[in-house]
């Protein structure tokens, strides 16, 4: 049964801002998946939201990352088999999230 995922993280940047943060990180995010195993296999942006893949152990896992003023909210739903890594899933996400948004330092 596949297991539905949402991640938020929240940051002080603004929505511009964030969003060309997260624009700018995903190079990062590619070769921190390569690590992984996992390989980013879509990647769209529509104004404030990109839809995504994500390929491991055979599965493409597809979601959504929303940006909002205040935070950034992913939503993805996980196969049965992937579901079992959801919550390291989650606690990744956040940490590479809080790096990626980090308010810089005046």
Same mark, same amino acid.
């Given at each position: 049964?596949?297991?539905?995922?949402?991640?938020?993280?929240?940051? *002080?940047?603004?929505? *511009?801002?964030? $969003?060309?943060?997260?624009? +700018?990180?995903?190079?990062? $995010?590619?070769?921190?998946?390569?690590?992984? @195993?996992?390989q980013?296999?879509?990647?769209?942006?529509?104004?404030?939201?990109?839809?995504?893949?994500?390929?491991?152990?055979?599965? /493409?896992?597809?979601? /959504?990352?929303? =940006? +909002? *003023?205040?935070?950034?909210? =992913?939503?993805?739903?996980?196969?049965?088999?992937?579901?079992?890594?959801?919550e @390291?899933? @989650? $606690?990744?996400?956040?940490?590479?999230?809080?790096?990626?948004?980090? @308010?810089?330092?005046?």
């Open positions: 049964m596949a297991k539905p995922v949402s991640i938020t993280v929240s940051h *002080e940047l603004g929505r *511009e801002a964030a $969003i060309a943060r997260l624009r +700018e990180g995903v190079d990062r $995010i590619r070769d921190r998946l390569g690590l992984l @195993k996992m980013l296999v879509e990647e769209s942006w529509s104004d404030n939201e990109l839809s995504f893949g994500v390929a491991a152990l055979g599965y /493409t896992v597809r979601g /959504t990352l929303t =940006v +909002e *003023e205040t935070l950034v909210r =992913v939503e993805m739903m996980l196969p049965w088999l992937l579901a079992a890594f959801a @390291k899933l @989650k $606690i990744g996400v956040e940490k590479q999230g809080q790096i990626l948004l980090e @308010k810089p330092r005046a």
